[in-house]
């Protein structure tokens, strides 16, 4: 499993032909405290850099993109419930959505762990 | 995930290296770099309930209106008794402009020196050149550029600022005046209301800017006080039901919209003599086209500004503030509701991204106000103790 990062601080876990995707720990700390997130329904497609999720703050809605084009297998049922999760495990069990690839070849150009913390560093 | 930020010239405040040393995340507002949080805006708001909260508001305007005449040269454009403000006693009051419309929403206390104004830091030099405009030549109009302006709320705001400033405690809701701080053998005069934009007890202490820091340091080092910024300033103002310039109120609300009749004096309304009184006493008496309501939302996704609300298929209103409660534990917000649909107890639904969400109108506070008035008074039934309120936070 390899993981890829997005300039608009999105993570994207790939296994084979199918993905999980999140916010990164840096992305859910500058939105401060989490109270709703908005996932997508499992068979909906979205596209690379393609408004995919809404997370919402105590202060302000934000888009999370699609990193890569695909199909949606599945939501995370647990943040209708506690969308704090996103705060406390953003790069685990506050995982957004799971998809599948339409096109691996999309991966190219994503940032892999050392050239997010770079680009974070440089923020 | 988006990003919002805006770059735009940025001035900065007497408490700017202050906030950052705190751990503050400063944002653009009002035209000035102010901490938007510290530790989080939900821990910063339920601090601010239980106990107290250090607010820096230096960005609002301080002006001292003075002169023969100047509580009647400003009545022309309020709507309010400021002939019959006493001595050390403050009010809530608003800026008319001729139709009657709100120009902006500010306090107004008797000091020594003249009328004592809080206005609004992003409509503040709108507000001066208003003033100007409108007000008679041999009267004073003086900003204090040179005072910061803190806010320390909460239920134990009192013990806090009275440990630092003996006397404080002496002084009800809405009452004002002048203190001398002990500042360590270097004594400030401070000028100290108890009012607030939380809901909450608590004070409102302007402060000659040059020793706004060493007044922060002492504050924020009593046990009972932590920091608070813009972020919990807007999100304890919404529960607390008080309106903020710019969102709730502008300059096509008038008070009788804004639910804020009891800023509209007796006197005034009797003589019918304040800018747009024609208008504004019918729609008082009749109600208004649209009102200022407070609404719940059934589930837990935010409704926020400018999303419509609607009763089947009619647009029956529109969102002005709307957020998270982190006292109720779930979204709340005010809206602008159509006559036939501005009342407490009715179902109508929100449309957010396509979506519709299921909100109830509910009467305001959301929170109650724990005000420490000089005479102990019931809130009303219908919610209409709005009381007054200091001025503006941030989104």
Same mark, same amino acid.
């Given at each position: 499993?390899?993981r890829?990062?997005?300039d608009?601080?999105?993570w994207i876990d790939?296994?084979g032909?199918?993905?999980?995707?999140?916010?990164?720990?840096?992305?859910?700390e500058?939105?401060?405290?989490?109270?709703?997130?908005e996932?997508p329904?499992?068979?909906?497609? *979205?596209?690379?850099?393609g408004?995919a999720?809404? *997370?919402?703050? *105590?202060?302000?809605?934000?888009?999370?993109?699609?990193?890569?084009?695909g199909?949606?297998?599945e #939501?995370n049922?647990?943040?209708?419930d506690d969308?704090?999760?996103?705060?406390?495990?953003p790069? #685990?069990?506050g995982?957004?959505f799971?998809?599948?690839?339409?096109?691996? #070849?999309?991966l190219?150009?994503l940032?892999?762990?050392?050239?997010?913390?770079a680009?974070?560093?440089?923020? | @995930? /988006? !990003?919002?930020n805006?770059?735009?010239?940025v001035?900065?405040?007497?408490?700017?290296g202050?906030?950052?040393?705190k751990g503050?995340?400063?944002?653009?507002f009002?035209?000035?770099? @102010?901490?938007?949080?510290y530790?989080?805006i939900m821990a910063?708001?339920l601090?601010t309930?239980?106990s107290?909260?250090?607010?820096?508001?230096?960005h609002?305007?301080?002006?001292?209106?003075?002169g023969?005449?100047?509580?009647?040269?400003?009545e022309? &454009?309020?709507?309010s008794?400021?002939?019959?403000?006493k001595?050390?006693k403050q009010?809530y009051?608003?800026?008319?402009?001729?139709?009657g419309?709100i120009?902006?929403?500010m306090?107004v206390?008797?000091?020594p020196?003249?009328l004592y $104004?809080?206005v609004?830091?992003s409509?503040?030099?709108k507000d001066?050149a208003f003033?100007?405009?409108?007000? +008679?030549d041999?009267l004073t109009l003086t900003?204090?550029?040179?005072?910061? $302006?803190l806010?320390?709320?909460?239920?134990k705001?009192?013990?806090?600022l009275?440990?630092? &400033?003996?006397?404080?405690?002496?002084?009800?809701?809405?009452?004002?005046?002048?203190?001398?701080?002990?500042?360590?053998?270097d004594?400030?005069?401070l000028?100290?209301?108890r009012?607030?934009?939380?809901?909450?007890?608590?004070?409102?202490i302007?402060v000659p800017?040059d020793?706004a820091v060493?007044?922060a340091?002492?504050l924020?080092?009593?046990?009972?006080?932590?920091?608070i910024?813009?972020g919990a300033r !807007? /999100?304890?103002?919404l529960?607390?039901?008080?309106?903020?310039?710019g969102?709730d109120l502008n300059?096509?609300?008038? +008070?009788?919209?804004a639910d804020l009749?009891?800023?509209?004096?007796?006197?005034?309304?009797?003589?019918a003599?304040f +800018?747009?009184a024609a208008?504004i006493?019918i729609?008082?008496?009749q109600?208004?086209p649209?009102?200022?309501l407070?609404f719940i939302?059934?589930?837990?996704?935010?409704?926020?500004e400018?999303?419509?609300?609607?009763d089947?298929?009619?647009?029956?209103?529109?969102v002005?503030s709307?957020?998270h409660?982190?006292?109720l534990?779930?979204?709340i917000g005010m809206?602008?509701?159509?006559?036939?649909?501005?009342?407490?107890?009715?179902t109508l639904?929100a449309?957010v991204?396509?979506k519709?969400?299921p909100v109830?109108?509910?009467?305001?506070?959301? &929170?109650?106000?724990r005000y420490h008035?000089?005479i102990?008074?019931?809130?009303?039934?219908?919610?209409?103790d709005?009381?007054?309120?200091?001025?503006?936070?941030?989104?």
């Open positions: 499993m390899t890829y990062f997005t608009e601080h999105e790939v296994d032909s199918t993905a999980t995707v999140g916010i990164t720990s840096y992305a859910q500058q939105l401060g405290d989490i109270v709703f997130v996932v329904a499992s068979g909906a497609s *979205v596209s690379k850099g408004e999720a809404v *997370v919402e703050s *105590v202060k302000a809605a934000s888009d999370v993109y699609a990193p890569v084009s199909t949606v297998t #939501g049922a647990a943040l209708a969308p704090s999760l996103v705060n406390s495990d790069e #685990g069990a995982w957004f799971k998809l599948t690839l339409a096109d691996p #070849g999309e190219d150009g940032m892999d762990e050392a050239g997010y913390k680009f974070v560093a440089g923020l | @995930m /988006s !990003d919002t805006n770059l735009q010239e001035l900065t405040l007497p408490l700017d202050w906030h950052r040393a503050a995340r400063m944002v653009p009002a035209g000035y770099a @102010m901490p938007i949080q530790e989080g910063e708001h601090w309930r239980e107290a909260g250090l607010f820096d508001v230096s609002m305007g301080q002006l001292i209106l003075s023969d005449g100047a509580d009647a040269a400003l022309a &454009v309020t709507p008794d400021l002939i019959g403000l001595q050390g009010r009051s608003m800026l008319l402009n001729e139709d419309w120009e902006d929403d306090m206390a008797r000091a020196m003249g $104004l809080v609004n830091g409509e503040k030099a001066i003033l100007r405009a409108h007000l +008679p041999h900003h204090l550029e040179d005072r910061a $302006l806010a320390l709320q909460g239920p705001a009192v013990d806090a009275a440990r630092v &400033v003996p006397g404080v405690d002496r002084l009800f809701f809405m009452e004002a005046d002048s203190f001398i701080w002990a500042n360590a053998g004594p400030q005069p000028w100290i209301s009012s607030g934009y939380t809901g909450e007890d608590g004070f409102e302007s800017a020793h060493a007044l340091d002492v924020a080092a009593q046990p009972e006080v932590k920091p910024g813009l !807007d /999100s304890l103002r529960e607390a039901g008080l309106p903020l310039y969102h300059d096509t609300t008038n +008070p009788a919209m009749g009891f800023a509209v004096a007796k006197r005034r309304r009797e003589a003599d +800018p747009g208008s006493l729609e008082l008496n109600g208004p649209l009102t200022r407070g939302v059934e589930g837990r996704q935010p409704v926020r400018n999303v419509e609300l609607f089947g298929d009619r647009s029956v209103g529109f002005t709307g957020g409660s982190p006292c534990g779930q979204p809206a602008l509701l159509e006559e036939n649909w501005a009342k407490t107890g009715l639904e449309e991204r396509g519709r969400v109830k109108t509910v009467p305001m506070p959301f &929170v109650p106000h008035r000089a102990s008074r019931q809130a009303k039934p219908d919610g209409s709005i009381a007054p309120h200091q001025t503006k936070g941030a989104k």
